[in-house]
């Protein structure tokens, strides 16, 4: 998702650009208590690490493979503005030592890739752990569910500034389709990797996991083995619940003609292109009332987005802890 | 520990560019992608000249050109999109050859193509001219905040190291049978994520520890390295000269 130069049009770079240098700079603010020269080391290695965990190829199926993004593994290992603060310099530094991502399109791949993943995934966890049991089984599911989440979040966020800055005529319906259909898959390996590598990380050295350290010792030793099909079906549950969601809103435009085009259009998208292998199957973009439901589905995206990303910030800044234990 | 010490996309040369100060190069291959950004797409004379300058660019800085098109393979699957554009475009089609394009479709295609070549390439000059720290220290110098830099710099400093140390985890997997095809068996991708997490941090307490014994106290030394001149800026300032001035003349034709 490293986008180019040129990708979206320049007043999208330039609002993204100054929305993520606030968040960025919000977060530096916040981070600075924990960001002591202390952290400043472990706060480069952890980057180091996120960089080299992109390199982590898993399978995804039968012999393709997807990689980390590592965003809302950051949150949960170093907190949300740690976290987001890392995967940006990670990001910076791809673009411009790399080539990778362009360097006017470092405001929308900051805010897809490190602040809606990092503050995001965050919200989603904190959300998850009040449902899940308060154990490291309960933590190491709240991961991995929250880290599906964030990629699907990142891809929405994307499909978003595609509505509003887009530098081709494809509609928008089509590259949230494709956006998020795809992402639904990459959502799951990285819910699963992100999640057992939390449960890695607890089982050697729980202090280090920032999401957990509300735990007890008790807490922390109850470790009721989680099987990884319980992490798929788990996996597959948010994005239905994600698709659900996004259907409602959509749902909510008033009258019949519209509900029509809902059910064959905007489920055709759903469906036609997280199946399809081509990246752009032949999705009708003439549906009646497809602006309408396009507006419905990118407003839901950012309310969404926005939701979380706010609680996220929120959060970040309330959980405040005396100090990271080193 | 056989790493190098030059990362892999640095080019060992003598030449003006690689002479110059780091925050110059930065500051004028910024300007300059800013420019080709703002250019409408319809100036096609416009991307023509910027291609020049980068020619002239890589070969004032003795690079192969071979060199940077194989990197631009990054872009490729950008190019794919593109590549897709005047076909799943909407609006008025016209016929190439027989086959349904949109027009909007193969300006937003060529849109994307030469201004992500353009941008990469400004990209991998820079970074095939300057080493790694010394990108971070023109950043430091173009007042990127102190804590952003000098985490990028620990970064880059461990990032082989780490690097290297998933390659041997991968060749021990690989080498005792371990050739996932489907997602329930990454449980040991995951578990040396995990380890390669605790590792890393255990790695960062030490460093911190040992910087300590030697007097560190929260900023590293300045070594002397040399900043930017006048001179540094007056031979960079030709790039991005051409940039600004070309994108407003294209802006004012169109």
Redo the contacts between chains.
Sequence with gaps: M??????LN?AT?VTTGAISAGTI?AA?RQ??TS????Q??????????I???Q??N??????TTGH?LGGA?AAI?LGPSVGA??V???V??Q??????G????LGYNIFNMAIVTAFGGWAAYRILRRVLPNSAAGVVAASGLAAGTSVILSSMAFSVEWLFGA?????FD?VFGAMVGVHLLIG??EG??????????L???PD?VYGAQDLSKDQLANRKPIS??TF?IGGIGVALLFAVVISQFAGTSPDGLERVAEDTGFAASAQGSAVADT??SGYA??GIGNETISLAVAGASGAIITALVGYGLISAVRLRRPKVP? | MGAGHA?A?FVHEHSKIHHLAPEAK?AA??VF??A???TPREAIWAFVIYWATLLAVIRIAKLRFGFVAA??S??VP?V??AV??PF????EKVEVVGIPM?P??LW??W??L???S???????I??ATTE?PD?IRG?ERLKV?A??T??????????E???G??GRMRVAMTSRGYD????????P??????????R??????R??DA?LSRG???AMPDLGHRRAGRKDWLTVVAMPAVGITVALTAIGFT
């Design positions: 490293h986008a180019p130069d040129g990708f320049a770079a700079s530096l981070a600075r960001l002591q020269d202390k400043v080391p472990l706060a480069g290695l952890a980057a180091a690490f960089f080299a965990a390199m982590f898993f399978p995804v199926a039968a012999g980390l593994l290992l603060i890392v940006t310099i990670v910076i530094v673009a411009i030592a790399f080539a990778d362009g360097l006017t399109a530098t081709a005529p494809v509609p089509t799951v390996g699963v990797i992100t999640g057992m590598a939390v449960g890695a990380v089982a050697s050295r280090l990884t099909r798929l990246l752009f973009t003439e080193a | 990362h996309l930065l291959g910024f992608v800013v080709v950004a703002i990197r631009l990054v872009i950008f794919l999109f897709f554009l799943i475009a909407s609006g949109s909007d479709g937003a295609a849109n994307v030469a201004k992500a353009i941008g990469a390439s400004v990209s991998i820079l970074a790694l990108i950043m905040p804590v952003m000098s985490i990028a710099s620990f970064m880059i400093r461990y990032l190291l780490i690097a140390e998933l996932p095809r489907w997602l329930w068996q990454a449980k991708i995951a578990a040396s994520a995990g380890a390669m997490f605790v890393s941090y255990e790695r960062g307490e460093v911190y910087m560190y106290t929260g």
